[in-house]
């Protein structure tokens, strides 16, 4: 042992000389210690610039060691104000901003607000238009559940199956190119109908893309759904009893994996919805294998309405006839007189909606995205509430963490899947 | 909610004498409650055995600026086994908008009337813990009532000396 010959080597020569923290190592009390350790609270602050937290969130963490005691979430960091905004935007000009509210699936908000404003004034649009939106929610469901899915099998340590999901999702991305010429901000719906009319090369391109999804979505299930490690991380972890789901406004996959068949697809029919046929994948189990499992089996349900779509879809009209509500095509703006002066009203003064109030939301991938405005008649609406599925799910959050590990919380907030865009609004 | 079930709900309230005034928004049933009812009327939404209003999924916070009562709140509540939505509003003073909580009646209320609070300014009575949602906790002024300029209050955030 080195500690004997050195000091044995002392006792020969006690001229020898070390280093003061060697020899601080070799005396008693080299063992330092902290009382109580695990009888200490310790404050933990997570984010809001932490890669596991998938965005801006933050968390305040109280942890007795490694269990989580309490766990206090913090919003609010990207915060841009679009309630505010939408006040002083005509109805047109607020769609690109629902964009960024889930910047992971826009499609889906761009479906969800223009529904809401139809809502407001009346409008019903074409059968084909109808299909249309059903095809780029879908598409959105897909391109948002793989991230998550994605996203929360990488935060447990397995990368590959991200990689795989990232791929797939770029070729949904790819498809929005071709549909509306945007691959990630898409603003594709307008009030009324859809920008532009989806291609027969578009059709077949989603058409390619489908029939090739169900063999790849396998490929990557078979690394995940059996695997021990995986299973182990996520199973019976973050729990929240079905009352509480219930009492804390949960929708979605969060609330389908606690027991609760909900979906507003079938329960709140919008769209063709009632024309196609699908399942609502729900399990008890309420912990993250859960989440994971409903999102994998919504993924299926989707690429099946995908497909009854692209054989159902009508020939003809997409966007609904009413000249003083929706915006006509550029080329009969820049030859006819009176589309140009509907183009130049709708564009300056809005659609002018009655005066009065209406609520529409859509299931979308995370939940219930609903819009509630408040109209006084004018061009822009009076107010505008954003019922965010992000914001309420991340509600659950603390009680989700409580007892849990500090390893756990990243998967935790893989499960939740929240987005940032839309918590904050 | 269809027609029959929603008189019911009419004579079931009436038959417990609360002062209800009955509206609509697009087609989906809403209330004003009155302000000193409000705890004892979503009770019964939530606990009555027929209605099972058990989930308020969303609060909206309005300010109706040049109206007598400026501002108002309005509750989402949806029942999961019935598969319906109703809307509560409650109507508040312009000067010192207050009402009680409803976070002991709906859990899901709590961040739902942080936002409110942080947005509107509505003060919620025995709320667990009213803090600001959004903004920081030094911001004196609430965002999005009608009367804040869109473009923000300079310096309303004291920023770090040059």
Redesign the interface.
């Known amino acids: 042992m080195p500690q004997t010959v050195y000091k044995d080597l002392k006792e020969q020569d006690p001229t020898i000389k070390r280093s003061k923290i060697l020899d601080a190592l070799e005396t008693e009390d080299l063992s330092v210690t902290f009382p109580d350790s695990l009888d200490n609270e310790m404050i933990l602050n997570m984010g809001p610039q932490h890669p596991a937290t998938h965005g801006v969130l933050r968390l305040l963490i109280s942890l007795d060691g490694e269990t989580v005691i309490k766990c206090v979430p913090e ?2 960091y990207l ?1 841009r ?1 679009y ?3 939408a ?2 935007c005509t109805y047109h000009e607020f769609i690109p901003h629902t964009d960024r509210l889930d910047y992971l699936s826009p499609m889906a908000n761009n479906v969800a607000y223009a529904l809401a404003v139809e ?2 004034i009346h409008l019903e649009i074409p059968e084909r238009g109808q299909y249309i939106r059903v095809i780029i929610a879908e598409l959105a469901r897909i391109q948002s559940h793989l991230l998550a899915m994605g996203a929360m099998v990488m935060d447990v340590g397995a990368l590959t199956p991200f990689l795989w999901a990232i791929r797939e999702r770029e070729k949904i991305l790819d498809l929005y190119d071709v549909i509306c010429g945007a691959r990630f901000t898409t603003s594709y719906t307008r009030v009324g109908g859809v920008a532009q009319d989806v291609s027969d090369e578009s059709m077949a391109a989603i058409k390619i893309f489908v029939d090739e999804f169900s063999a790849n979505l396998v490929e990557m299930r078979a690394l995940i759904d059996r695997n021990k490690i995986f299973i182990e991380r996520c199973e019976g972890i973050g729990y929240l009893s079905k009352d ?1 789901c ?4 949960l ?1 979605g996959p969060l609330l389908r994996a606690c027991g ?1 068949s ?1 979906d507003l697809r079938r ?2 029919p919008y769209l063709v919805y009632d024309k196609l046929d699908f399942n609502i994948p729900t399990y008890t189990e309420s912990d993250c294998l859960a989440r994971y499992y409903v999102r994998v089996e919504e993924l299926i349900e989707s690429i099946k309405i995908l497909k009854q779509c692209l054989e159902k879809i009508p020939k003809g009209q997409y966007n609904a006839l009413q000249t003083k509500k929706v915006l006509p095509k550029k080329e009969r703006v820049y030859t006819k007189m009176e589309e140009l002066i509907h183009d130049f009203m709708i564009i300056n003064f809005g659609v002018n909606p009655p005066v ?4 529409s939301a859509i299931e979308a991938s995370k939940g ?1 995205l ?1 819009f ?1 405005f ?1 109209s006084d008649g004018s061009g822009h609406p009076w ?1 505008l ?1 954003i ?1 965010s599925p992000s ?2 799910n ?2 659950a959050l603390a009680p989700m963490m409580k007892d849990c590990m500090i390893s756990d919380t990243v998967v935790i907030i893989g499960s939740v899947d929240p987005v940032m865009g839309e918590a ?2 | 909610m269809k027609d029959d079930r929603l008189n019911l709900l009419k004579s079931k309230l009436q038959s417990s004498n609360f002062n209800i005034e009955y509206s609509d928004v697009n087609g989906t049933p809403a209330m004003y409650l009155n302000k000193d009812e409000v705890l004892n009327v979503c009770k019964f939404l939530r606990d009555d055995e027929s209605f099972r209003f058990i989930s308020c999924v969303d609060a909206v916070s309005v300010d109706r600026f040049g109206k007598k009562n400026r501002f108002e709140m309005i509750y989402n509540l949806i029942s999961i086994e019935n598969n319906e939505r109703i809307f509560i509003k409650i109507r508040l003073d312009s000067k010192k908008p207050e009402m009680e909580s409803l976070v002991s009646v709906w859990k899901s209320a709590n961040w739902y009337e942080r936002e409110a609070y942080d947005m509107m300014g509505i003060v919620f009575l025995n709320h667990p813990d009213l803090r600001r949602m959004y903004m920081p906790e030094e911001f004196e002024y609430y965002p999005l009532r009608k009367d804040f300029p869109l473009m923000g209050i300079p310096d309303s955030i004291p920023l770090p000396n040059k």
Do not use: C, M, W
Request: proline share 0%; no cysteine.
């Open positions: 919003l609010g915060h104000g309630e505010k905004l006040e002083s809502k407001l509480d219930i009492a804390l406004g929708t609760v909900r329960d709140e009065g109030e209406s609520y219930e609903g509630y408040i107010r509430k019922r914001f309420s991340l509600q904050d609004k």
